[in-house]
């Protein structure tokens, strides 16, 4: 066991490129155009990573808050108004890659989550 303790693992190298993919995500989070599956594969990736030095991240189940949610259906519903259909298609795709079903109905845009 003393030996393997001997062997330079990179420890340091390994957790600056996990630091180094979070401050990507983050910065990539706040651009004004974001695409849901990118984030979400990110996320994954630095969960497989950090697993790596015994670290499990807090779930949160990789949903969207309702609000934001709603946020994003008021965005694409101004789109449609404008006729601007490739990004109401594209707020539509990002949401679905999310687990998130859009169900336009007389009274308005609904929404309901799917079982991934």
């Keep these: 066991f003393t030996e393997a303790m001997d062997d330079d693992i990179n420890v340091q190298n390994g957790i600056t490129v996990v630091y180094e993919l979070v401050k990507f995500a983050n910065v990539y989070a706040q651009q004004e155009a974001v695409k849901a599956a990118a984030l979400t594969e990110m996320k994954k990736l630095i969960a497989e990573l950090v697993s790596i030095f015994g670290v499990k991240l807090a779930s949160s189940d990789n949903e969207l808050n309702d609000e934001h949610i709603q946020a994003l259906i008021d965005e694409r519903n101004e789109a449609r108004k404008n006729k ?25 845009t609904r929404f309901k989550r799917v079982k991934k």
Excluded: N, V, Y
């Design 84 to 108: 601007d259909f490739t990004r109401s298609d594209q707020i539509r795709d990002e949401l679905k890659a999310q687990g998130i079903i859009l169900e336009d109905t007389p009274q308005g």
